[in-house]
């Protein structure tokens, strides 16, 4: 059997909005994509994935689709895209595009239908359901607060399904008309030469029931609709019916995942593989997230650790659109800022499973500094703000700091640096549709490139070492006691075995196996202290 590419490849993720704007009018394009192809062909780059380009009113920013077979004009047109895909097949890039499935638009002519006639078919395309007296149909809270349940105009006490904003109704895959409208939008795009998708909020698709749900502030329901039975035999029939016709990949977001649950993703083939979370919120407060805790590496190391082995192939990432950026999260702003990224880059290609990048990660990139409840554009953080101000004795103002410290996805979504002029080069200086990071002028993907030492050179050092090793790929994963601040681990095969040691703290700190005569094969740094683990320092060394 021929091996699969994502098993070999790794995969870039990118924001298309903020990558890089071709016709300066403030919103990144698919030509823009294009025009940075030959960057991400030298960075090493197998697999590129796009968040959403479908037509929409970008109320989540294009997480609400309003039509799957049209592309987003300010993204471009559909030939752009068809030449996208034309561009990066002459570069041996494959691409991925997000599925979002579980709800669609409100602007989607399915619920357009649904909304204008109640007898219209597309009325059971998703969950239209009466209210219990004054109140909603049942207790559930939608993702990013309130109920998930919202009026429908001009219909006495009936309300429509929504497990996230209201304009981004649930769809009803009790409908088998449901499945087969997803099964010919996953054959159109694979006809087109697609290679995969990563598949939005994929283990909520299915609703088993519509009954009240246990007392919890968030997610109040999700016994529910999360990781149900429906929802596996919604999966395996897309692949048996639709997938299993092409070389394909699918990896999920799967939230509130498990190991047991997440290995059987994978063994029911419903996805080739998954996205955890628990190192995601490691520096979050468990139970009300936007409060976070001083972070510590052992609580990134601990989560990263456990599911290397609890599942047989996971996706691994340190970042993405949906969380802030990691060097401002797990590593150091200041003093150490450099060696801190690059000690994430190596922990992260390190690791077994595939490796996912988010753009601009490669670079350093970090949070903004200077961000107002006014600038951002987040509706989920916009959301949590208003929110937290009704039910806390606190603020606006400073609802959005504990919130742009933890959760505020503008920090990922700030348009890409490329070089130091206006705008870091995302355009030719039209006011862009997010602001751009005023660090642009430090970091920035042209002077990296020309930085030997650069944090993007070890990047592509690092990535070009894994892409040519086998055991990096598809080696053991064996978790070696250490001091709490460090990954300690070997990646081993029958042939070959390699120990990785990489401190994520601004420590110094002792380790026996630290020795400039073993036969160091990666690093961090240029020079090494015998038994001594500098700040932020990583190796790796061939056994």
């Known amino acids: 059997m021929e091996r699969k590419a994502f098993k070999d490849r790794i995969i870039y993720q990118i924001y298309p909005l903020s990558f890089c704007d071709s016709n300066n009018d403030g919103y990144g394009d698919l030509k823009g994509i294009i025009s940075k192809l030959d960057y991400l062909k030298n960075l090493g780059i197998g697999i590129i994935w796009l968040s959403p380009i479908y037509k929409s009113p970008l109320k989540d920013n294009g997480y609400d689709i309003s039509d799957y077979y049209d592309i987003n004009p300010l993204l471009g047109t559909m030939s752009d895209f068809d030449e996208l895909l034309k561009e990066a097949e002459k570069r041996d890039i494959k691409i991925v595009m997000d599925l979002v499935i579980n709800h669609t638009s409100d602007q989607h002519y399915w619920f357009q239908e649904a909304l204008k006639d109640k007898n219209s078919k597309y009325r059971n395309y998703y969950y239209f359901k009466e209210g219990k007296g004054k109140k909603p149909p049942n207790n559930w809270n939608a993702a990013f607060s309130?109920?998930?349940?919202?009026?429908?105009?001009?219909?006495?006490?009936?309300?429509?399904?929504?497990?996230?904003?209201?304009?981004?109704?649930?769809?009803?895959?009790?409908?088998?008309?449901?499945?087969?409208?997803?099964?010919?939008?996953?054959?159109?795009?694979?006809?087109?030469?697609?290679?995969?998708?990563?598949?939005?909020?994929?283990?909520?698709?299915?609703?088993?029931?519509?009954?009240?749900?246990?007392?919890?502030?968030?997610?109040?329901?999700?016994?529910?609709?999360?990781?149900?039975?429906g929802c596996f035999e919604v999966l395996t029939r897309l692949r048996k019916e639709a997938l299993d016709h092409y070389d394909t990949f699918l990896v999920g977001e799967t939230s509130s995942i498990v190991p047991d649950m997440g290995q059987k993703f994978i063994d029911t083939r419903a996805l080739d593989t998954f996205f955890e979370f628990d190192h995601a919120f490691c520096a979050s407060n468990k139970f009300i997230p936007i409060f976070k805790k001083k972070f510590k590496p052992k609580y990134l190391i601990k989560p990263i650790f456990k599911w290397q082995n609890a599942v047989s192939w996971i996706g691994a990432y340190l970042e993405n659109h949906d969380q802030l950026r990691s060097v401002s999260r797990f590593g150091d702003e200041g003093k150490y800022y450099k060696e801190s990224a690059k000690a994430l880059g190596l922990f992260l290609l390190s690791l077994k499973g595939t490796i996912f990048i988010y753009q601009g990660e490669e670079l350093g990139m970090l949070n903004y500094k200077d961000l107002t409840f006014e600038e951002s554009d987040d509706c989920m953080a916009k959301s949590v703000v208003n929110t937290a101000t009704h039910i806390l004795p606190i603020t606006k103002k400073f609802a959005f700091k504990l919130v742009n410290e933890t959760v505020n996805r503008d920090h990922a979504r700030a348009p890409m640096q490329w070089d130091d002029s206006i705008n870091g080069?995302?355009?030719?200086?039209?006011?862009?549709?997010?602001?751009?990071?005023?660090?642009?002028?430090?970091?920035?993907?042209?002077?990296?490139?020309?930085?030997?030492?650069?944090?993007?050179?070890?990047?592509?050092?690092?990535?070009?070492?894994?892409?040519?090793?086998?055991?990096?790929?598809?080696?053991?994963?064996?978790?070696?006691?250490?001091?709490?601040?460090?990954?300690?681990?070997?990646?081993?095969?029958?042939?070959?075995?390699?120990?990785?040691?990489?401190?994520?703290?601004?420590?110094?700190?002792?380790?026996?196996?630290?020795?400039?005569?073993?036969?160091?094969?990666?690093?961090?740094?240029?020079?090494?202290?015998?038994?001594i683990l500098k700040p932020y320092e990583g190796l790796i060394y061939k056994l």
Not at 189 to 215: A, H, M, Q
Not at 502 to 511: G, Q
């Open 425 to 531: 080069g995302f355009n030719n200086g039209a006011k862009t549709w997010l602001k751009v990071n005023s660090d642009y002028k430090n970091i920035n993907a042209k002077e990296e490139l020309n930085d030997p030492d650069s944090t993007f050179n070890f990047y592509k050092k690092a990535i070009a070492f894994r892409n040519n090793n086998d055991c990096f790929k598809d080696g053991e994963f064996i978790p070696l006691k250490s001091n709490s601040n460090i990954a300690k681990f070997i990646r081993k095969t029958a042939e070959e075995s390699y120990l990785c040691v990489i401190n994520l703290s601004k420590k110094e700190i002792k380790d026996k196996d630290i020795d400039e005569n073993k036969q160091i094969v990666l690093s961090t740094h240029k020079k090494h202290q015998k038994n």
């Open 146 to 229: 309130g109920s998930c349940w919202e009026k429908v105009p001009n219909e006495e006490n009936m309300y429509y399904l929504h497990l996230f904003t209201k304009e981004q109704p649930d769809l009803n895959y009790h409908n088998e008309e449901v499945i087969n409208e997803v099964k010919n939008i996953l054959k159109f795009y694979l006809d087109k030469g697609v290679y995969g998708f990563r598949c939005d909020v994929i283990n909520e698709i299915y609703k088993t029931s519509l009954d009240d749900g246990k007392f919890r502030f968030f997610s109040r329901g999700k016994e529910h609709y999360e990781n149900q039975d």
